[in-house]
């Protein structure tokens, strides 16, 4: 039997040791393009190492149902992933904490129609989870030949449920 993670609405201050949350909110930094376009300046800190460049991919994902099962979580070592939905759904965040060279037990967000995310450099992380179609991303990380992929596999898979506060806030 797996172990049961509850999914949370993705909110910055809970995400903050993983990564930046990326998003419109409060008052813009300045407004641009003739006082029509409000700018969210530097929303999330990246990071292509000394080695790397920024690319900019497009990623079509399946999506996924819940419950979600997580068997594993990968990191990239040399550089930031920031993950940009193309579409206005709610998708499934799993980070876990670094504990001596491996993931603790991993922790579920359920990001907002709105946001996206930025996981900083060596953060582990599950794959991508989108939980409605069209499933497409925006995705800015490291461009470079050095290796940028660890993968950690569980020796028995985590089980993510979406939690009331998910619920209540029309993320399910």
């Not at 995400?15 to 930046?20: H, K, Q």
């Not at 603790?104 to 450099?121: E, M, S």
């Not at 939980?131 to 985590?158: C, K, M």
Request: with cysteine; hydrophobic share 40%.
């Amino acid at each position: 039997m797996s172990d049961v993670i509850t999914a949370i609405p993705l909110r910055a201050e809970a995400f903050a040791p993983f990564g930046d949350v990326l998003e419109a909110t409060g008052t813009p930094d300045k407004m641009i393009n003739q006082g029509r376009c409000g700018r969210f300046h530097d929303r999330a800190r990246l990071d292509f190492g000394p080695e790397g460049r920024a690319g900019i991919s497009i990623f079509e994902s399946e999506i996924v149902e819940w419950p979600v099962k997580v068997e594993m979580v990968e990191r990239h070592p040399e550089g930031s992933q920031a993950f940009i939905p193309m579409g206005a759904h709610p998708f499934l965040v799993i980070v876990a904490a670094d504990e001596r060279g491996a993931p603790g037990t991993p922790r579920a967000f359920v990001a907002a129609p709105g946001q996206g995310i930025n996981l900083h450099r060596n953060t582990w992380h599950g794959v991508l989870t989108p939980l409605h179609a069209p499933a497409l991303f925006a995705v800015v990380d490291r461009i470079g030949t050095t290796p940028n992929l660890q993968e950690h596999w569980f020796d028995s898979p985590y089980t993510v449920e979406p939690g009331e506060e998910c619920t209540s806030a029309g993320l399910i």
